[in-house]
């Protein structure tokens, strides 16, 4: 059964930092994993997607990387703003792409 | 391209009452999912319908949870009767078989409070 962890569970950091968070699953048979962000209250949103066959995605500030064979995937966040304060959370897909597994997140303060 | 929906975006009940929430998924979006949000949580899977059948269902609480997914678009997920423990966000996503590597889209949840 896949099993997904994310550390820190919190981390504060101040304006202009750059950063990493990280997530690692126990079953390396996976089909893509996906990062998103949550704000409080709200749903989620999709930050990066990286198939099994890839190493990183890009978006803006965001850089993910992937390394399937040790379970570990990073979100790197560039220049980090009072506006990316959120819960990120990681989610591998299964082999089949249809079903995902969540990490508990990471809460994120970017103070000013 | 519409997102998912779900409705209401709130609820607040009393344990042992019912509720119903409903999603609208993405057009074409054949699988469906519902999630369970504890706060300070990952979201956990409750329901996956591929079309308006049920592919898993494993984690959900059979004795008080329900979903259905009629024609195989909008879907329904009740509890009856609530207890405190279900105070939760309930998220639905959807996603495309021909498009599985482009993962899921979220709905906004709604969010339960049971008193």
């Known amino acids: 059964k896949q099993e997904v962890t994310q550390i820190p569970a919190a981390l504060s950091v101040p304006e202009g930092e750059n950063l990493v968070l990280n997530c690692s699953f126990t079953?390396?048979?996976?089909?893509?994993l996906q990062w998103f962000r949550q704000d409080p209250g709200k749903g989620l949103t999709s930050l990066l997607l990286i198939q099994s066959s890839q190493r990183e995605q890009t978006s803006g500030r965001l850089n993910a990387s992937l390394d399937k064979s040790s379970g570990r995937s990073t979100l790197y966040i560039a220049a980090s703003q009072p506006g990316d304060s959120a819960t990120y959370l990681c989610?591998?897909?299964?082999?089949?792409?249809?079903?995902?597994?969540f990490g508990p997140g990471t809460r994120l303060s970017v103070l000013p | 391209e519409a997102g998912v929906a779900q409705s209401p975006r709130y609820k607040i009940i009393e344990k042992r009452q019912s509720v119903a929430f409903w999603c609208n998924p993405i057009?074409?979006?054949?699988?469906l999912y519902w999630y369970q949000q504890i706060l300070g949580q990952g979201p956990k899977l409750l329901i996956q319908?591929?079309?308006?059948?049920?592919?898993?269902d494993s984690q959900l609480p059979k004795d008080r949870f329900s979903a259905e997914r009629l024609k195989g678009v909008d879907s329904t997920l009740k509890i009856q009767p609530a207890k405190l423990e279900d105070s939760a966000v309930y998220l639905c996503?959807?996603?495309?078989?021909?498009?599985?590597?482009?993962?899921?889209?979220f709905g906004s949840g709604t969010r339960l409070t049971v008193v």
């Open positions: 989610a591998v897909g299964d082999n089949y792409g249809q079903n995902f597994v």
């Open positions: 079953d390396s048979a996976i089909y893509n």
């Open positions: 057009s074409g979006h054949a699988t």
């Open positions: 996503a959807s996603s495309s078989p021909r498009d599985r590597g482009k993962g899921y889209t």
């Open positions: 319908f591929q079309n308006n059948g049920v592919v898993d």
